[in-house]
């Protein structure tokens, strides 16, 4: 069935053409193959044509929900919500790693208008309002204090969101 994986269109076309030569025991197996081929090619197209759209994963889902057939309709939700996580892991692998590179850089230095140059640089508000602090620490002579409530919320997060926590960059919370 490697025809009804590349082109669900075709494969049933030549099903139809041919299917007076397959054995009729063949015909249930080959039918559901098609079937559900078709289903996720649709919810492929489907989906890739709402991406398009520039709308937002919500909007996505619900023009998703006017899809009448359910199949259809579930698998289309599906392929949205999994390209939205896909998404929203690689954002979040982006952004650790520039995280990752701002805090290297400045960490290597031992220049303090080196050091706020890198801090320039930064895009992200939060990032940047954290290499302020460990500016301050490491040029001004401030020193550290335990933020207790955030360490308490990074701790429950690692409690409720395993997964999430695992993908947070803790250096960011220095």
Known sequence: MRRADEDSTEARRYYEEH?????GSDHVGIEKVLR?????????RKADELWLTGK??????NEAYKINNPERRDATISRI?????????FETEKYNQNL????????????????????????NPSVKEQLRK???????????????????NLQQLAV???????DTYLLSYK
């Not at 299917?19 to 054995?23: N, S, T, Y």
């Not at 937002?56 to 889902?61: D, G, M, N, P, R």
């Not at 919500?81 to 892991?89: G, I, T």
């Open 19 to 23: 299917k007076k030569d397959i054995a």
């Open 36 to 44: 559900e081929n078709g289903v996720q090619q649709f919810a492929m």
């Open 56 to 61: 937002s994963e919500e909007e996505q889902i």
């Open 81 to 89: 919500k999994a390209r939205s996580a896909d998404e929203r892991r």
């Open 100 to 123: 990752q590179q701002a805090y290297s850089d400045f960490n290597a230095t031992s220049s303090a208008t080196e050091a706020q140059a890198i801090i320039d640089r930064v895009a």
């Open 134 to 152: 460990e500016y301050d620490y490491k040029f001004k002579g401030k020193t550290k204090e335990t933020d207790w409530a955030l360490y308490y």
């Open 160 to 166: 409720d969101d395993p997964d999430k926590f695992k």
